[in-house]
């Protein structure tokens, strides 16, 4: 029951030496969601040994090369491979012509369906609905056509207290009809549903915001997520700069993350001009003090937190 | 006057962990020329101290992704960096299109000049002409128009031999004959050439032929260059397989070296079914003893082989 994320890219728009440009993958129970594709995605996937067949859809969060130049060697790659099973890549509508002139150019060979959603909403919505999990799109607030990414869980079924099951003798139907949220009715008693049952889990949730200058909302759309990707292209000393580029400062995120109640804060989407990232660190903890570096290769596990009640 | 080539991939089309697409950088006397582009290439250069402004021309082979997908990130970095000095591009015809899609979707804010130079010849041309150095394109045996690429260093001036100076007493004006390679005519003696100058080094040589079936011509135009890249996608016991893909096998690459009479052989362009490169190797030296294993991040110089005569 894992809800995991894999970065494979953390760099903005020159790459360094050990890191690359924006990807990552966030696995949900076994289904790979690729959040941008940043040039060398493939090769990162590699060397972190993910599964080019199981990426069940990419999530392109805007058409700026950095997030972008590393799918045409991936989905090369997953028809080299054989690959046979659609492909749905949700991304800003600028991408479809993109898509189009790749697939005429370099196409050939192609066994599978490859599908843009393309995004266009100006406030949250669903785009993605499967059994265990649901992936929303919003608006950010970067230089061009521009989306964040919100994955969730979905809510689990009710479960039964045993106990109650005694205590009121329950029967099948009963409880039955509990695990549907309904109060049970006897005659002219009703024992509350929430007397009878409990969340087994609570649902976990993972947002990534990039890239994207500060707005009023996107704490409010990101509301008590598990885990929050916001990108912090510059330190404090260069807000001015972020301003003007439509980027966030390492406490940009930091006030993003505090007000919206996260879980926990990953800052990433550096500056080349920052070989050493303490910096980014230290001025978000200041606001935030569950704020950690994301690092390329890293592995981040949201546990699941499990609701016992006898 | 150094002439040093760096490799930077030497995967086939899918890249491993270690082993990025097909690239390397040409040094010629601090002009650098970037041969292939496979995806990554910007990095590979970033971890090689490989600068992105000092690169002169771009030689692509042929329009495969792998040998291609790393020129989007990389032009799209050059001009992030404020690159202004004109850049030449010679690749196959295909490349139009798709250079003039990249620059009308990504190429906003470029202040350099990007000149594609068609090739489309039927046997060797030279396609760029320096002050120490020629570049010539020839077509190899692929699936699509593929073509292989010729480095020379140009034939230096005549050195006039100190000895023949003084035993001949030249004057300033005869010394200038004699570097022309004009014999010296005094009244009724005529002093041949060859007596009074030597060639003070001989003109380095470097072919890249990638990627290719084995054909008859190939080794009549690379003949006696001093090093040459040779693909050798996989080894003997796949040899049907090259010759279906028209790839070739190490023995093909080695075959090719030998009747070229290269210095020495480099072999790459691996197919990832092979980490372990050592059969490739072993049965190219068996034809071609001088083979070495081109690997990702290697540097290979071609020393100044120096004449003096006094």
Same mark, same amino acid.
């Given at each position: /029951?894992?809800?995991?994320?894999?970065?494979?890219?953390?760099?903005?728009?020159?790459?360094?030496?050990?890191?690359?440009?924006?990807?990552?993958?966030? %696995?949900?129970?076994?289904?790979?969601?690729?959040?941008?594709?940043?040039?060398?995605?493939?090769?990162?996937?590699?060397?972190?040994?993910?599964?080019?067949?199981?990426?069940? +859809?990419?999530?392109?969060?805007?058409?700026?090369?950095?997030?972008?130049?590393?799918?045409?060697? $991936?989905?090369?790659?997953?028809?080299?491979?054989?690959?046979?099973?659609?492909?749905?890549?949700?991304?800003?509508?600028?991408?479809?012509?993109?898509? #189009?002139?790749?697939?005429?150019?370099?196409?050939?060979?192609?066994?599978? #369906?490859?599908?843009?959603?393309?995004?266009?909403?100006? +406030?949250?919505?669903?785009?993605?609905?499967?059994?265990?999990?649901?992936?929303?799109?919003?608006?950010?607030?970067?230089?061009? %056509?521009?989306?964040?990414?919100?994955?969730?869980?979905?809510?689990? #079924?009710?479960?039964?207290?045993?106990?109650?099951?005694?205590?009121?003798?329950?029967?099948?139907?009963?409880?039955?009809? +509990?695990?549907?949220?309904?109060?049970?009715?006897?005659?002219? /008693?009703?024992?509350?549903?929430?007397?009878?049952?409990?969340?087994?889990?609570?649902?976990?949730?993972?947002?990534?915001?990039?890239?994207?200058?500060?707005?009023?909302?996107?704490?409010?759309?990101?509301?008590?997520?598990? $885990?929050?990707?916001? #990108?912090?292209?510059?330190?404090?000393?260069?807000?001015?700069?972020? &301003?003007?580029?439509?980027?966030?400062? &390492?406490?940009? +995120?930091?006030?993003?993350?505090?007000?919206?109640?996260?879980?926990?804060?990953?800052?990433?989407?550096?500056?080349?001009?920052?070989?050493?990232?303490?910096?980014?660190?230290?001025?978000?903890?200041?606001?935030?003090? %569950?704020?950690?570096?994301?690092? %390329?290769?890293?592995?981040?596990?949201?546990?699941?937190?499990?609701?016992?009640?006898?």
């Amino acid at each position: /029951m894992n809800f995991t994320l894999k970065i494979l890219g953390t760099a903005s728009a020159l790459p360094i030496s050990d890191r690359y440009p924006s990807a990552q993958v966030l %696995d949900v129970r076994g289904r790979l969601f690729l959040i941008d594709c940043g040039e060398g995605v493939q090769v990162r996937m590699r060397q972190t040994s993910t599964s080019y067949l199981g990426v069940e +859809a990419i999530f392109i969060s805007h058409l700026h090369g950095d997030h972008l130049f590393g799918i045409f060697g $991936l989905l090369s790659t997953m028809a080299l491979m054989g690959r046979t099973g659609k492909l749905d890549i949700f991304a800003p509508r600028a991408f479809r012509p993109v898509l #189009e002139f790749f697939l005429s150019r370099f196409g050939e060979g192609f066994n599978y #369906e490859i599908v843009h959603h393309p995004l266009s909403m100006t +406030a949250p919505e669903t785009v993605l609905e499967l059994r265990n999990v649901t992936a929303s799109a919003f608006p950010l607030n970067h230089k061009i %056509d521009c989306f964040g990414f919100l994955f969730r869980e979905k809510e689990p #079924e009710l479960n039964v207290r045993k106990s109650k099951i005694e205590e009121f003798g329950l029967g099948i139907a009963e409880i039955a009809s +509990a695990k549907r949220g309904e109060d049970i009715v006897r005659g002219d /008693m009703t024992i509350p549903n929430g007397e009878l049952t409990y969340v087994p889990y609570e649902p976990r949730s993972y947002a990534y915001c990039s890239d994207t200058a500060p707005f009023p909302e996107l704490a409010q759309w990101v509301r008590g997520v598990d $885990l929050l990707y916001h #990108e912090a292209t510059y330190p404090d000393e260069m807000a001015s700069k972020a &301003a003007a580029r439509f980027h966030s400062t &390492a406490r940009d +995120a930091a006030r993003c993350a505090q007000e919206a109640g996260v879980g926990r804060l990953l800052i990433g989407h550096y500056s080349s001009k920052y070989p050493d990232l303490s910096v980014f660190l230290s001025q978000a903890r200041e606001v935030f003090p %569950d704020t950690d570096l994301a690092q %390329d290769r890293a592995v981040i596990e949201i546990p699941l937190q499990r609701h016992t009640k006898l």
